[in-house]
């Protein structure tokens, strides 16, 4: 079946202590996202990676980092989370070039830092 | 920038009634794909209907149909016979280049 698995589904942490969510998709997909849902603002996007060892800034990057090593994961690390990082995270992929199939999401990570 | 504005927060309709939720969009693009996408209480982010921008003909899937109106930038979900599953948050996307671009959402309710 093609996905994108996201793990854990429901996290709780403390502030300051360094946490990763994974996200691995089976699509052979070039391009990959994550994005975070707040009530109110929509989903905004955090980084995006077009391909193997290209990564790129979203709207939202600060407080966050990403790595492509492998075309099928991309994982999204928090070094130093915060409070205000508290969020419902999606992963998202996609074929470049075919636009009109649109994403596939993971499906999310509840974030709670306190 | 592109922008895409979903003017209702929440919505509510009875069962099998039918409803219509807004969205509109700022893109300078000429090629350019709408989407909406549905998320019910799961999360799980679902499509719900596509359309072209190049294309005038609206599209339809089954329950749902969009209104497209390229020249004022409208994108609105019609859905008919309105469901209890159908009970979410909806939101309209816009995707162009290799950027989607997300509104706030709809929160909608089908009451029984």
């Known amino acids: 079946e093609a996905q994108v698995t996201q793990n854990p589904r429901y996290l709780i942490t403390v502030t300051g202590k360094k946490l990763t969510v994974t996200c691995s998709q089976n699509?052979?997909?070039?391009?990959m996202s994550w994005y975070r849902q707040d009530p109110g603002l929509g989903l905004r996007q955090i980084y995006y990676s077009m391909n193997v060892e290209v990564t790129d800034k979203g709207d939202v990057p600060e407080g966050y980092k990403v790595s492509r090593k492998e075309k099928r994961n991309f994982p999204l690390i928090l070094e130093s989370p915060s409070p205000n990082q508290t969020s419902l995270y999606f992963c998202?992929?996609?074929?470049?070039?075919?636009?009109?199939?649109?994403?596939?999401f993971g499906s999310g990570t509840r974030l709670t830092v306190v | 920038a592109q922008t895409v504005t979903q003017s209702q927060p929440e919505m509510s309709v009875q069962e099998a009634e039918t409803v219509t939720l807004s969205c509109t969009y700022d893109?300078?693009?000429?090629?350019?794909?709408l989407f909406w996408y549905k998320q019910p209480p799961s999360r799980q982010m679902i499509l719900v209907i596509r359309?072209?921008?190049?294309?005038?003909q609206n599209a339809t899937e089954n329950r749902f149909s969009v209104n497209f109106q390229k020249a004022a930038k409208s994108f609105s979900l019609k859905i008919s016979d309105s469901q209890l599953g159908d009970t979410a948050m909806y939101f309209c996307?816009?995707?162009?280049?290799?950027?989607?671009?997300f509104g706030t959402g709809t929160s909608l309710t089908v009451i029984p």
């Open positions: 699509m052979n997909h070039e391009y």
């Open positions: 998202a992929s996609k074929s470049l070039g075919a636009m009109f199939y649109g994403y596939t």
């Open positions: 996307a816009v995707h162009t280049g290799n950027q989607f671009y």
């Open positions: 893109t300078s693009e000429n090629n350019y794909y």
């Open positions: 359309q072209e921008a190049y294309k005038q």
